[in-house]
């Protein structure tokens, strides 16, 4: 092999590993062109939030190709098991402008402990459009019963503190059962990681492993 060939095949190899890099780290994906019969109703899209503001310009889910993967095995899985519910997609890509407004109005209170702050190195996971929001609803679009909103600040969205809601009759069997469906469809039926604080918040990849391996991404893209 000459020495123009081999620098040639590096060179080749080098713009594969290049593109690799930059698919993984800076492409997010409209789940509507993929998945086109999902329920997308983001919540920072409307003042139904715990902002009472708008702060999304649009209604569209971003997420990066390994989320939608999952979120695909999560819906079949949901279709097989569970047909009488659809999933609702309630948060996504979150643009780091939004991660700030969250976290400005928080900051100086007891609630900060739910808002990622993004001031600092990591920020949420919704920033790397690694995590999603997400519910369930009937045949009618009507939501299920899970003993609060999407995106309630307090510790009855907390799984960890579920059993002792429970006890102390904040929340019901049947709620609890209906987070856990929800849970089965993302973890079991999707692979997705849930987090302690709140019930609606699914993600792909563990903090260290997504710091470690990917960026934030600051904005949508143009449409």
Request: net charge positive.
């Amino acid at each position: 092999m000459s020495f123009d060939n081999l620098n040639h095949i590096i060179s080749i190899i080098f713009f594969i590993v290049s593109f690799e890099a930059w698919a993984q780290t800076d492409t997010l994906i409209d789940v509507k062109s993929v998945h086109p019969n999902l329920h997308i109703a983001l919540l920072y899209a409307t003042h139904n939030n715990f902002l009472n503001e708008v702060i999304y310009t649009q209604n569209i889910c971003y997420l990066r190709k390994e989320a939608i993967a999952r979120l695909k095995k999560a819906g079949e899985y949901q279709k097989k098991y569970y047909p009488l519910y659809h999933l609702k997609i309630t948060d996504c890509h979150r643009p780091l402008s939004a991660q700030k407004k969250m976290w400005d109005k928080v900051k100086n209170t007891a609630k900060k402990k739910y808002i990622a702050n993004p001031y600092t190195k990591f920020g949420s996971l919704h920033n790397y459009g690694l995590a999603i929001d997400i519910t369930l609803e009937d045949d009618n679009k009507n939501e299920l019963d899970m003993g609060t909103q999407v995106d309630f600040l307090g510790s009855l969205s907390e799984r960890k503190l579920e059993k002792f809601h429970i006890e102390q009759k904040m929340l019901t069997l049947e709620q609890v059962k209906n987070r856990n469906i929800l849970r089965e469809i993302m973890i079991k039926g999707g692979g997705f990681r849930s987090i302690d604080r709140e019930w609606w918040h699914f993600e792909v990849f563990s903090g260290e492993e997504t710091y470690k391996n990917y960026t934030k991404i600051e904005k949508w893209p143009a449409h």
